[in-house]
């Protein structure tokens, strides 16, 4: 049922993703340069990798070993444990490897329209914990094995809570609890907060 409504979902969405698709990767061309398709690795069900497909919001030329240092410097313990007391949030400040275009993209959301390409492959669900890549995972443990139970999502639990103003314990208390309660009921739920948050920007980076 859930992967019924996957596909469901992404369908309803294919026609204003062929509108503007080709617009975003029109700008990002004539602003930024090729690619307009970022391409990144990511840990999915079972500890499956998989290739995750985004709108490029980022330099050419950026640096990946930037956010391995800032996620490793926010763990202050070998292993990261779920928690809700407030800590560091997720999100490096100024970013300056993010581009103009990329901060429209990530400020609305739409640089994560091609993760329905994902949907479509199985690799992705709907909702469910956002995919992490393998540094990230490996700072969770064994927490990251009963994350891995479920496909990972383009929404979930963690990001209708605040998204990146959370901290790396508050995503996994929050994604661990959607895997433990997880039901058509709660997705739905999920969807209708993500356009709400998406609309007011709330979280975004």
């Given at each position: 049922?859930?992967r019924?409504?996957?596909?469901?979902?992404?369908?309803?969405?294919?026609?204003f993703?062929l509108?503007i698709?080709?617009?975003?990767?029109?700008?990002?061309?004539?602003?930024?340069?090729?690619?307009?398709?970022?391409?990144?690795?990511?840990v999915?069900?079972k500890?499956?990798?998989?290739?995750?497909?985004?709108f490029?919001?980022?330099d050419i030329?950026?640096?990946d070993?930037v956010h391995?240092?800032?996620?490793?410097n926010l763990?202050?313990?070998?292993?990261?444990?779920p928690?809700?007391?407030?800590?560091e949030p997720i999100r490096i400040?100024?970013?300056d490897?993010i581009t103009?275009?990329?901060?429209?993209l990530?400020?609305t959301?739409?640089?994560?329209?091609?993760?329905?390409?994902?949907?479509?492959?199985?690799?992705?669900?709907?909702?469910g914990?956002?995919p992490l890549?393998?540094?990230?995972?490996?700072?969770?443990?064994?927490?990251q094995?009963?994350?891995?139970t479920v496909?990972?999502g383009i929404?979930?639990l963690a990001?209708?809570q605040?998204r990146?103003?959370?901290?790396?314990?508050e995503?996994?208390?929050w994604d661990?609890?959607?895997?433990e309660k997880?039901s058509l009921?709660?997705d739905?739920?999920?969807?209708?907060l993500t356009?709400?948050?998406v609309v007011?920007?709330?979280?975004?980076n």
């Open positions: 049922m859930k019924l409504i996957d596909i469901t979902i992404t369908s309803l969405f294919l026609p993703l509108v698709y080709p617009l975003i990767v029109l700008l990002i061309y004539l602003i930024d340069g090729k690619p307009a398709i970022y391409k990144q690795e990511r999915g069900r500890g499956k990798l998989f290739l995750l497909y985004k490029r919001t980022m030329l950026s640096n070993e391995e240092k800032h996620y490793k763990s202050k313990r070998k292993t990261i444990e928690s809700l007391t407030p800590n400040e100024n970013d490897r103009n275009i990329g901060k429209f990530r400020k959301s739409l640089d994560e329209l091609p993760n329905l390409i994902n949907v479509l492959k199985g690799e992705m669900s709907i909702v914990p956002r890549v393998k540094y990230e995972s490996e700072l969770y443990g064994n927490f094995t009963k994350r891995n496909r990972p929404t979930g990001q209708i605040g990146l103003d959370l901290s790396l314990q995503r996994l208390h661990l609890e959607y895997v997880k009921a709660l739905l739920k999920i969807v209708f356009f709400y948050y007011t920007r709330k979280g975004a």
